[in-house]
């Protein structure tokens, strides 16, 4: 599977942007998705296609790739949005996901 | 409105082999650009996947994972089945089914998720 991989853990402070990177060989050419997992909940997509939000997410989320590294940004971050944030992308027909990023909003 | 549910054993032995079902609603498994997955999480892990099936019949593995698992359409027209044989304890997790949405080679996404089902292997 396609190899991605994501910063263990990003703290920020409420109403602060964070940042989640997600890195990958010639990433830049593939679509990213991100997907937010609450402690006991299933994933749920924030982000398709590198930048897209799906009917229900706030838009303080926004996605961006190039290069070899997705980013997936939360502007004005709240206490909700405390969660694991796992990217995830396509080689060819594979899928692949990050180890995931714990975000901690302190 | 998109629902999925995972249902099948929660705890099998060693060796055996897991048989998972998938059963949906809200949309068809015949429809163009539709797919439905399989995404597993170990305890305190990240999320894993495992396999695809398209609404065309195209089924994709997981490479690593490709020689023990199958995946097919259920008996009924909304359900969609995983095997995994050879089960071990280091199989042990939470498993996922997922609606998919196709847009063509890599614009592919999990859209809506099950709630999730803990299968447990061990002795």
């Known amino acids: 599977s396609y190899e991605l991989t994501q910063p263990p853990s990003v703290s920020v402070s409420p109403r602060q942007t964070a940042s989640i990177t997600c890195s990958g060989d010639?990433?830049?050419?593939?679509?990213v998705c991100w997907y937010q997992q609450k402690p006991g909940q299933s994933p749920v997509l924030v982000i398709y296609?590198?930048?897209k939000r799906p009917s229900g997410i706030p838009e303080r989320f926004s996605g961006s790739n190039s290069g070899n590294t997705a980013t997936l940004t939360i502007s004005g971050t709240q206490a909700m949005d405390e969660a694991d944030y796992y990217c995830q992308a396509w080689d060819s027909t594979t899928a692949g996901f990050g180890g995931g990023t714990k975000l901690t909003v302190l | 409105q998109i629902a999925l549910k995972e249902s099948g054993p929660t705890v099998v032995k060693p060796t055996q082999t897991l048989t998972l079902t998938c059963t949906f609603s809200?949309?068809?498994?015949?429809?163009?650009?539709?797919?439905v997955g399989w995404i597993r999480q170990p305890p305190g892990k990240a999320l894993e996947w495992l396999a695809l099936?398209?609404?065309?019949?195209?089924?994709r593995f997981s490479p690593s994972l490709k020689s023990r698992l199958t995946i097919t359409k259920g008996t009924s027209k909304n359900q969609v089945v995983l095997t995994m044989n050879n089960m071990d304890p280091i199989d042990t997790g939470t498993y996922y089914c997922a609606h998919l949405s196709s847009y063509g080679s890599g614009m592919n996404w999990f859209d809506s998720w099950g709630q999730g089902t803990l299968v447990t292997v061990s002795s």
């Open positions: 010639k990433l830049g050419d593939k679509y």
């Open positions: 809200g949309f068809s498994l015949s429809t163009h650009g539709v797919g």
């Open positions: 296609q590198d930048s």
């Open positions: 099936l398209y609404w065309d019949d195209d089924k």
